[in-house]
């Protein structure tokens, strides 16, 4: 037990300096140096371990979106402001992560929200109907008062994306490492059309904090099947499983 103790103790030192040397990693998606994971003792069901609000809260995510009980909304179109000033490729040791300068933003609700990072998940987290699509981007966003926003962005294997493929070129294999990207086209890698589902719910990993307002848009794009492959070779079944709504209500936006 001393042995198992001892080399946990070992991989944690070894692990994290590496992930909180970039301050923004610690704004991630609920990143944190507990060895939490998507399978087995450490996976989604006991991540009440990790922290309690995972098993315990109301409002968590990802959400299974059921059109026919989608409200039709009058909200207004998130105001994206995103330039191409990147930072650096990182691999995690949960996914692959784009770090950015800031200077991106949106404006939901006439309030101003940073975006600190985006990463992928494969398949989504959210389904569309209870469907899973192939892989997601979760673009993260906070305010000055530390609200998260997130925005997602569903894939489906099809068309290679010419997007994303500055990021495959850099994604590092091993956990830890990361690859300086100094720009990439934030705005490109979004649908044309940015109508969006949006509600109220958590980061999708341990510390699963809630009160994150979640816009998914609901044009899915295109990633190619070998990227798609390429992204499952690292990391494959990153989603966490589908949380109870338990009243909420899913608004659409324009
Ligand atoms: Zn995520």
Redesign the pocket.
Known sequence: MKKIIIALAAFVLLVTPAIAADRDDKKD?GHDEKHWSYEGDTGPANWGDFSKTCATGKAQSPINIVRSDVITGHLAPIDFHYNDHAKNVVNNGH?IQLNLKKGSYIVVDGERFDLLQF???SPS?EQLNGTNQDM?A?L?HQSAKDQLA?VAVLFNAGNKNDVLKSIWEKMPSRAGDKESLGSFDVAAMLPENKAYYHFMGS???PPCSENVKWYVLQKTVSVGSKQLSAFRKLYYHTNRPVQALNGRVIVSGN
């Open positions: 998606n996914g990463h992928f998940h987290e997601v979760h993260v997130v980061l999708t990993t």
